[in-house]
């Protein structure tokens, strides 16, 4: 099973206790497809950027679950069939990376000092230079 989210659009008209009954609608079809519901955040009536199925706001719900991967498309078909929900969009959240793949600092590096030529030896080269 791997973790999902999903952000869905249910229609502006219906009052809270359908809205309800429609999140309770999308948690059965999660749990029948063979996944289980996480966490439920009900983000509220919003503006759309454009009009979907003649609505110009929308309820968005943004849940996140867990199910297996094949079983991905059955949901997204009962979804399109759902009156109360005018879009929706299920995304794979990414892998958790496990504690046994961090690697181990890198080890001291131990700078040792470049050799420079003493301010003696530069001042008597250029006063060499000057003689001349």
Do not use: C
């Not at 359908?18 to 439920?40: M, P, Y």
């Not at 919003?46 to 059955?74: C, M, N, S, T």
């Not at 109360?84 to 496990?98: A, C, D, N, Q, Y």
Request: hydrophobic share 35%; aromatic share 4%; no cysteine.
């Amino acid at each position: 099973m791997r973790d999902y989210e999903i952000l869905y659009i249910v229609r502006p008209d219906l009052d809270d206790e359908k809205v309800q009954e429609a999140v309770k609608r999308v948690n059965t079809l999660i749990e029948r497809s063979g996944g289980s519901a996480d966490h439920t955040n009900l983000w509220g009536k919003r503006k759309l950027a454009y009009e979907v199925k003649h609505q110009k706001e929308g309820i968005y719900v943004l849940q996140d679950f867990q199910i297996a991967p094949d079983r991905v498309p059955e949901l997204e078909a009962a979804l399109k069939i759902t009156e109360e929900v005018l879009r929706h969009l299920i995304v794979r959240k990414p892998e958790k990376p496990s504690p046994t793949t961090v690697a181990p600092p890198p080890a001291e590096v131990v700078l040792e000092p470049v050799a420079v030529e003493s301010r003696g030896a530069a001042d008597a080269s250029a006063g060499d230079r000057e003689e001349r």
